[in-house]
């Protein structure tokens, strides 16, 4: 029976990590007006009838905080990865010199930075929610478990263990929107 609890228990704690890596990929896209080279992570591009990621056929950096700058390894790849670029619908403008793209990252309106936050919060619910169903999946295979033979005592400290996983999950949470709000609302 303990070693049930504990597969339990390690299922949960696996769910509940992969919501927080889920939402650390979202708030990645959400833009916060400081150029990034992770902006561009989910952009593929047609190399050689293959679709490959831009990183896998160019260099990207980023040489101030408003520009992200690719330079393709090969030169006849400048225009399919602009675009891609603008195939993603990042809201991004590239602009070539022939050798490497720039993409100029404007500085967000307050408007738009509001829009943001909310945004953020609501990936960060979402995130939430996923950590409350992981914590209800495991407390229902506890119950089952209980009815099959394990302990009361057992089964009250896997749940408290439960709890205790996702109140550690939810300030991880906390702490990243706190972070991508605070970096979206400085200016």
């Not at 609890?5 to 696996?14: A, F, H, P, S």
């Not at 490959?52 to 030169?75: G, H, M, Y």
């Not at 996983?165 to 400085?186: A, C, G, R, S, Y």
Request: include cysteine.
């Amino acid at each position: 029976m303990e070693e049930e609890v504990q597969i339990i228990l390690d299922i949960c704690k696996e769910k509940m990590a992969h919501a927080v890596e889920h939402l650390d990929k979202e708030l990645v896209h959400i833009r916060a007006g400081k150029a990034s080279t992770r902006m561009l992570d989910g952009v593929v591009v047609d190399y050689y009838g293959s679709m490959t990621p831009i990183s896998q056929v160019s260099n990207i950096s980023t040489p101030d905080a408003r520009t992200i700058a690719i330079q393709p390894w090969e030169k006849s790849m400048i225009h399919p990865i602009e675009k891609a670029i603008m195939a993603a619908n990042l809201g991004f403008n590239p602009e070539n010199n022939g050798e490497i793209i720039r993409i100029n990252v404007p500085p967000l309106t307050e408007q738009r930075r509001k829009e943001l936050v909310k945004q953020v919060n609501k990936e960060g619910e979402v995130a939430k929610i996923s950590l409350r169903n992981a914590r209800k999946d495991a407390n229902d295979s506890l119950k089952k478990l209980l009815k099959d033979g394990l302990s009361e005592d057992a089964e009250k400290d896997a749940e408290m263990e439960v709890q205790d996983l996702i109140t550690e999950f939810t300030q991880k949470v906390d702490k990243m929107l706190e972070h991508k709000t605070q970096e979206i609302i400085t200016i």
